[in-house]
């Protein structure tokens, strides 16, 4: 009976309106009111226009549907955070054993890491491996200006989280919140906190209301990148118990991700994909991804039907610095950007052989030129010598340009900007003619101490450049003709050089 009684209503409502059209009786007032009123209920359903819409993949909040199929293998590098999530998720796997251990049953994982590193995979992957049901939903999507609706949504997503698990025949669901930031902030920290801290009370009640004894299972998985700004509540034990941190990858890690993405891509036999892994030190799962999609794109324009190290190169470019632009420089800047980057180039391999990966004098993004140096190793720590080592490549490039050219220009401010970060990081680690200082050390103080460091290493670059002078010169003018080399070729260019 209960199921028909919305039938029941509106054909008593139709009925209703019938007649008293029929009685002559004037309904527009009633029939604005109700036109009002359900437009209330669907933005408070959050399905209308003005309301903020789920991906409606399913009808009532989140996005749901068949699992892809991401599994642990997918994921690469994170093999700490994997091995973390995969104990975490025994409980779900091993039932029975977690019961007699008298376990407490896990109900929130918290995954922390910058963006693109793979915490919405590890948390599909994790659905696939407990065999759940997965349902996703974003941190923005519950925020509204209407109060309740928030916690209307969070009501509705974990319902359907069940109701999915059920209909896909499934004994648990996970249920994924990236960005939990945005309705996990601390309470009373926004303004016009009432229906930020009314949603995050009702996420709160939900994850406690989490059962093991339930038919069904649930599991909460969230993601953000701001776990100093979460409320306490959601990080006390019983709730997101377990933090597990999904950092940027090492050098390994990256090569992993690479190989995952080359999978299905065709790479010409000379691609080295560990010469890749080195010299991308800092990109994320996502960039890598992006990288190996451009260098196709790469081989598309060519119309080459295989990727070749030098689209591979092109792409990590274009990924570190942006777009090659159309800035057409006259004759006398190029000739000034070339001499500052030969400048560049010669210093970094003279304190490091093997520094340079490759130089260039074609705009891209914010910069005219640019020399790429790749790492070594994934370095955690810097020595002195290292820093020192810095400082004198980033002044380079103004000392060349001055020795070769007759004067400087403003193309060294970003170089300069950069060599007094340095030279200040060296201050405040005690590695100054100061010793160590404090954190309130005066500012006269620290000038003096950072222009001097600098000073120093500028008299040294510029001895060093005066006696490789012909390198210099030669390098720029074959820049001039060609506006790039690549590092290998670069090192051959000094070996000729020197013979
Ligand atoms: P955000 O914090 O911005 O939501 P995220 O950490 O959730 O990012 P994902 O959405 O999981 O990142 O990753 C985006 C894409 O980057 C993936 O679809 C995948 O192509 C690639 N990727 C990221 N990390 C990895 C990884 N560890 N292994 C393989 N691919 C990865």
Do not use: W
């Not at 696939?128 to 609706?149: C, H, K, L, P, R």
């Not at 009373?188 to 009314?198: F, P, V």
């Not at 377990?242 to 891509?265: F, S």
């Amino acid at each position: 009976m209960k199921k028909y009684l919305l039938e029941i209503l509106l054909g008593a409502g139709a009925a209703g309106l019938v007649l008293g059209l029929l009685a002559g009786l004037d309904l527009t007032p009633l029939l604005i009111g109700a036109a009002f009123a359900a437009l209330i209920k669907l933005v408070v359903d959050g399905r209308a226009p003005l309301g903020r819409r789920f991906e409606a993949m399913g009808g009532v909040g989140g996005s749901a549907g068949s699992l892809p199929q991401i599994t642990f293998a997918d994921v690469g590098g994170q093999e700490a955070a994997k091995r973390e999530l995969m104990e975490a998720l025994a409980f779900l796997k091993s039932d029975s054993l977690s019961k007699k251990l008298g376990i407490r049953p896990l109900k929130g994982i918290l995954l922390v890491g910058p963006p693109g590193t793979g915490k919405t995979l590890m948390a599909k992957a994790a659905a696939n491996y407990t065999d759940s049901a997965f349902i996703s939903a974003s941190g923005s999507q519950f925020v509204e200006m209407y109060a309740g609706v928030g916690a209307q949504r969070i009501r509705r997503l974990f319902k359907q989280a069940e109701a999915l698990a059920q209909q896909q025949k499934k004994g648990s669901c996970v249920v994924f919140v990236d960005e939990i930031d945005v309705l996990g902030a601390k309470r009373g920290s926004h303004q016009g906190h009432m229906e930020y801290d009314q949603t995050l009370n009702e996420f709160l009640v939900q994850l406690d209301g989490i059962d093991s004894e339930r038919e069904i299972k649930t599991l909460v998985v969230a993601a953000t990148n701001r776990a100093d700004i979460l409320d306490p509540a959601l990080l006390r034990p019983g709730r997101f118990d377990r933090i597990v941190r999904v950092d940027l990858p090492d050098k390994a890690g990256r090569l992993r991700i690479l190989e995952i993405h080359a999978q299905g891509r065709p790479l010409a036999p000379e691609v080295d994909l560990e010469k890749a892994a080195q010299e991308t030190y800092g990109f994320s799962g996502a960039h890598l991804e992006n990288v190996l999609n451009e260098a196709a794109i790469n081989a598309l324009r060519r119309s080459s039907e295989v990727i070749t190290p030098a689209d591979i190169r092109e792409a990590i470019e274009k990924v570190m610095l942006g777009e090659k632009l159309d800035r057409t420089p006259t004759s006398a800047e190029r000739r000034r950007i070339a001499y500052h980057e030969a400048g560049h180039a010669v210093i970094a391999e003279q304190n490091r052989p093997g520094a340079v990966s490759s130089i260039t004098i074609t705009s891209r993004g914010n910069a005219l030129g640019y020399i790429r140096q790749s790492p070594t190793a994934d370095q955690y720590l810097q020595t002195q010598d290292e820093l020192v080592a810095a400082i004198q490549v980033c002044v380079a490039g103004a000392v060349s340009e001055e020795l070769f050219l007759g004067q400087r220009s403003t193309g060294a401010v970003g170089d300069i900007r950069q060599a007094t970060e340095i030279a200040k990081q060296m201050v405040y680690a005690g590695l100054s003619p100061l010793g160590i200082v404090g954190a309130e050390l005066p500012t006269n103080l620290l000038h003096d101490a950072v222009t001097d460091i600098i000073r120093r290493q500028e008299q040294i670059v510029r001895g060093c450049l005066e006696e490789h002078g012909r390198k210099v010169q030669a390098v720029a003018e074959h820049l001039l003709q060609h506006d790039s080399i690549s590092g290998d070729q670069f090192r051959g260019f000094l070996a000729q050089l020197a013979s």
